[in-house]
């Protein structure tokens, strides 16, 4: 079972990481055992176990799991020895160098590229066009125009997808290039691998050999000072030699704290651009593409109308979301044998929407308590005791603590500058008389409902 499991995981495993990282780093690796959920390979050296570790065990066990096998644990062990994967400190030095993978001179052991990330898949609508547009340029491979190219945005956005689009098309494009992506944080690894084996001389010789370097979550070497320092070589000699540089990040150069202002300055040298929050039409357009897919993938599922549409308009917070829910509405329908109706993604999607509901403020809680007891807005602030105002006061203290993130000083200074432990006396008492009153507990239920939609 073990070896056969392993050689159609292996087959598989060449389409998820690409040829090149599958002859590196797939290929040496020998199954020694699959049992009680952990799968065990033996490597060639250390460093080799714990970069497959963290670049492809993932890819390994969701494989692996696929052929029907218990997987939770990948380890990794050199001849008998396991591996540690992390902490970095915690890695020994290789035993020699000559057994080390063919990774420095020859091949370019990126990260893996996402077979999904391409342009082909990629939305392109107002808030990303001119993201789009540059990645497409510096996916032709011509002479360098803007160096580097610096996207940035929020989580989800499609950095990443851009990014691995680039790498793509210049893989079919040009072949003859030597393109790297790697996050910020590999980038890091690798650094400190090499200071630790003695080995920076190669190092810098790899990252210095590339055509194209790709950084992924640039934000990450903020106040690391050591691997700043080496990206910012690395980043001059390959700038120097009119080698292309993409980088990305979650915010603009000049934004990210403990980044040294040379690199800030030198990041701003070329194109920044960045993507902007989804619009309505982007998020629709992206769901119709996926639907697509789905439509292929669960045959006969009927999608009633005015599904995406009320999925574009109420997932807002980024593209991740909106797809896992897409995912999770198919798998849904499909497991329950029903059509995809409005009715049915409220009640499949529920948590999400809830999640991404418009946020709730004090002040609405304060109005909509105040208008439920016939109490003006004023007295919510104001220094009145009197029990018909004290009460429903203390009944939005309790729904401010309940509904929104904010913590007890920050309620206090919302109710006209009380101190957090009379808010904090608030809620007890609301939380202690709901168990009594029974009045109180509906218009707990009914005011929470009109709150939240
Ligand atoms: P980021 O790196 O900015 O956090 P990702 O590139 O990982 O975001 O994108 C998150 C998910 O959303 C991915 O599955 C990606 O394919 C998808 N996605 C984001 N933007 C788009 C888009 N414009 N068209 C299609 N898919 C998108
Ligand atoms: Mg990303």
Request: with cysteine; hydrophobic share 40%.
């Amino acid at each position: 079972m073990t070896n056969e499991a392993w050689g159609q995981v292996r087959e598989e495993l060449i389409k998820r990481v690409g040829k090149n990282n599958y002859t590196t780093w797939i290929e040496p690796l020998k199954l020694s055992d699959l049992k009680n959920g952990v799968a065990r390979f033996e490597v060639p050296t250390i460093f080799f176990g714990d970069w497959v570790q963290r670049n492809y065990a993932d890819h390994i066990r969701t494989q692996l799991a696929s052929t029907g096998a218990t997987v939770d644990r990948i380890e990794f062990a050199v001849g008998t020895a396991p591996v540690v994967a992390r902490p970095v400190a915690a890695a020994a030095r290789p035993a020699a160098k000559a057994s080390r993978p063919r990774a420095a001179d020859e091949e370019l052991p990126g990260a893996p590229l996402d077979a999904r990330f391409t342009f082909d898949s990629f939305v392109v609508g107002k808030p990303n066009e001119l993201a789009h547009a540059a990645a497409r340029r510096v996916a032709e491979g011509g002479p360098v125009t803007f160096n580097p190219l610096f996207l940035y945005g929020g989580v989800g956005l499609g950095k990443t997808h851009l990014m691995h689009a680039i790498a793509h098309e210049l893989q079919a494009r040009r072949p003859e290039l030597r393109v790297l992506y790697l996050s910020a944080e590999q980038f890091m690894y690798r650094f400190v691998q090499a200071l630790r084996d003695r080995q920076v001389m190669d190092f810098k010789e790899l990252f210095r050999s590339v055509d194209v370097l790709m950084v992924d979550d640039v934000q990450f070497i903020a106040g690391k000072d050591s691997t700043q320092e080496e990206f910012f070589h690395t980043f001059n000699a390959l700038v120097d030699a009119n080698k292309q540089i993409v980088i990305s990040a979650d915010r603009a150069p000049g934004e990210i704290k403990d980044l040294e202002d040379r690199i800030k300055s030198r990041l701003q040298c070329g194109l920044v651009v960045d993507l902007h929050p989804t619009d309505y039409e982007l998020r629709l357009g992206i769901l119709q593409q996926k639907v697509d897919f789905y439509r292929s993938q669960y045959k006969g599922l009927v999608l009633a109308a005015g599904v995406l549409e009320f999925l574009a308009h109420r997932i807002t917070t980024n593209v991740r979301v909106l797809e896992g829910a897409l995912t999770r509405l198919f798998a849904f329908a499909s497991l329950v044998g029903r059509e995809i109706t409005l009715d049915l993604a409220q009640d499949c999607l529920a948590d999400i929407l809830r999640s991404s509901d418009r946020k709730l403020s004090i002040e609405e809680i304060q109005r909509k308590v105040a208008e439920h007891y016939n109490i003006r807005l004023s007295d919510m602030i104001g220094p009145k005791r009197l029990r018909n105002i004290a009460r429903p006061r203390q009944v939005a203290m309790y729904l401010s603590k309940q509904l929104t993130p904010r913590s007890l000083p920050e309620i206090g200074r919302r109710f006209g500058g009380r101190d957090h432990t009379t808010i904090m006396h608030g809620v007890r008492k609301i939380e202690e008389l709901m168990t009594i009153d029974s009045q109180l507990a509906d218009d707990l239920q009914l005011l929470r409902r009109l709150l939240q939609g």
